[in-house]
């Protein structure tokens, strides 16, 4: 079993850019290119270093974000991703260094998709976007109508993304052309998931849509009679989904008809995460359930002292669960079994991933700061 590092508890639009492992880009929601500054600020006018390398026990390194961090952050290609309230996308290196950011008109909510080139990410002001961060320029940026909080996915040549008023976006990666579109009743706040055959979207209404990946048609609908916040995830042929109703669900991908349910404490508000042939997730009720995939019976629940708002991420045999009760978890994943934990006295909520970097570090944030935690 893999032991983490901290056991004890403590207190877009440009002909030609520069390298960006030398500088800083920043580029303005026109597609312009904003700044270019060197690596150790991002604004030489109101920007300090904003990485901060720790000499403790426990952390790698802290970076300051100009406004609340207000996206997961993810770790992707050796980089992390993250949005900000102030409206940037923003982009560091594995050692913490800022490599560029872009700024829309509103925050960003939602995680990007990040291929070998391209950020397709999108913000409240309503509009997806394509950045090219190699080339640093804009591929094209399109208007839905209504704010985006959630995550795009990108699956093959497309990205699925829908919007607050119901809107849901099939379209190009390439070229941002819409290949269908499909209204839904509720606002989406939570990411749809893809496969080969399959788009899978929830809205605030309470209710699960399957559609044809290919021509955008309703194939089934399910009104599961609650408000649902949380993504769904694919198991083999089952779709597993939980929501404000306490349920976690599964249910057969090409028909929606259900296979199991497991009724936590209180409303469950984090995507569940699958590992091998479990599912395991947190609720408002303070507990981390791991449950058989298949047929959803439970193998052990972990308790803490607050709300989960945020998803357990897992590594070598280790959760990590963010508390509201200040504290960061780290617990065995086979027992269920309590190996670490950490107070975080500085946010009453952590968001974090996961990051299987060479360093074996978890990022999260808190606030205004990201931070590198050794794993």
Known sequence: MFKPFWVVSAGLLLSSCVSLNSFTEEYDSDGSRKTQVASTSANSKTKKTK???????SEYWRYSADSAISSKPV????????????????????????????????????????DKNNAYFASKDGQAYAFDFKKGK?????????????DIALYDNALYVGNNKGAFYALDKLTGKRQWAFRLKGAIYAAPVVNEQYVFVVTTKGLLHCLNRTSGKL????????????????????VLLAGDNRYMQSFKQATGEQVWRFKAGNVIRTTPLLV??????????????????????????FTTLGKLPSRPTYRKGVLHIASQD?????????????????????????????????????????????VALKN
């Open 276 to 301: 091998e042939n479990t599912v395991v997730f947190g609720s408002y009720d303070g507990n981390v359930y791991k449950l058989d995939a298949i047929t959803g019976d439970k193998q052990w629940h």
């Open 219 to 238: 194939l089934w609908q399910k009104d599961l009679k609650q408000t649902i916040y949380t993504s769904p995830v694919l198991y083999k042929d089952s």
């Open 326 to 370: 200040k504290n960061l978890y780290a617990v065995d994943f086979s027992s269920g079994q309590l190996i670490a934990k950490r107070f975080m006295p500085q946010s009453k909520a952590i968001s974090f991933n996961l990051a299987s970097d060479a360093k074996n570090a978890v990022y999260y944030a808190l606030g205004q700061e990201l």
């Open 51 to 57: 990485t901060k390398v720790v000499a403790n026990t």
């Open 75 to 114: 770790y992707i290609n050796k980089n992390i991703y993250f949005g900000s309230s102030d409206g940037y996308l923003n982009a560091l290196n594995a050692k913490g260094k800022l490599l560029w950011r872009y700024k829309t008109n509103a925050a960003v909510r939602g995680a990007p998709a990040i």
């Open 138 to 150: 804009r591929l094209w940026r399109i208007n839905t109508g209504a704010a985006i909080t959630s």
